[in-house]
């Protein structure tokens, strides 16, 4: 008799325990040409054997024996991940409905009483095989296929990040004198997000998805400096209010762009949505003086009010084409300078506490010209916010 198939195409092995050798001699002779058969006379070797070695597919299991009873047995089994999903049989003289109420409660498979039916105890040990190579396939089919999601999801990600890199990075090959200046932004982001992510007035915000997906907007906030002429984007001087208000296109020029990026998926994207408020809305400014909209207030989305402070910080310290590097001390003095005004409050409060933090992301990512006694400067103290 062969019992393979496509979900056991080996012979199964089987584990009877039993502590009486005429038993266990019975058992073995039923069942040894069609599986492999081990044997064990008490709860203990039987335990050491399903741990150890080969793990059998099946057990076959006395109740009431010296030792370990099967009772024990049956629930030292199930509670060890490498044996728990093995189908036990409880084969038995206990022949009670509530015997065997109990031992189907424990866990078991099936209960068989003794004296046994040889037909009938073939019958139902081929049964529980056949339904654990079946259970054993799913299991193994659903574990692939969790792995395979896990796969494609961290190279979605990797693609999505790539993505919006080198988009964010077209912008900065127009504009030589930026250099890390999305780096750094983008971890100036995050470093604000975490720090105000229980404050009340950002808590149900700013989650830790949120936070994660502000880390991957923030390098688009300045994409739309694409469409900006070179003339104009370039000039090593003071902008003409002419060309000034055609440098301010660049807003919606970014929104513009990141809004056809999802026309063209045909569905809205999370990240994008961020991105398109970050790069529609992130000079505007607290008072309403700011562009494209002159939005106000609670009226700014919060991803646009940190990205004007990481912002204004970045381009300050670092040098443009029109101006050099300023200090640090001078930067912050500037920022404390526009909290209410130019600023969220709170988010102006949290960079100042965050001065440390914003000074080592700008010597982690410095561009090669950097301002080197701007980053050797020490730190300012008593940078009170203004009355």
Known sequence: MNTNSPLFPERATILVVDDTPDNLSLMAALLKDIYRVKVANTGEKALKQA???HIPDLILLDIMMPGLSGYEVIRALKATPLTRDIPVIFLTAMCTEEDERKGLAMGAADYITKPISPPIVLARVKTQLENKAAADFLRDQNAYLETEVARRTRELAAIQDVTILALASLAETRDADTGNHIRRTQYFVRTLAEHLKTHPRFADFLSAQTIDLLFKSAPLHDIGKVG????????????????????KTHTTLGRNAI???????????????LAKEIAYYHQEKWDGSGYPTGKSGEDIPIAARLMAVAD?????????????????????????????????????????????????????FADRDVDRAAQAEPFATGQGSPS
């Open 51 to 53: 741990q150890s070695g």
């Open 228 to 247: 900006i002429p070179d003339r104009i984007l370039l000039k090593p001087s003071r902008l003409t209010a002419e060309e000034f208000e055609i440098m």
């Open 259 to 273: 809004e056809q990026a999802e026309r063209q998926l045909g569905m809205p994207v999370a990240f994008l949505a």
């Open 312 to 364: 204004v910080y970045d381009a300050l310290v670092n040098r443009r084409v029109y101006k050099e590097g300023l200090s640090h001390a001078e930067a912050v003095s500037i920022l404390a300078a526009g909290r209410g005004s130019h600023f969220d409050q709170d988010v102006l409060d949290a960079f100042l506490a965050l001065q440390e933090a914003f000074r080592a992301i700008v010597v982690r």
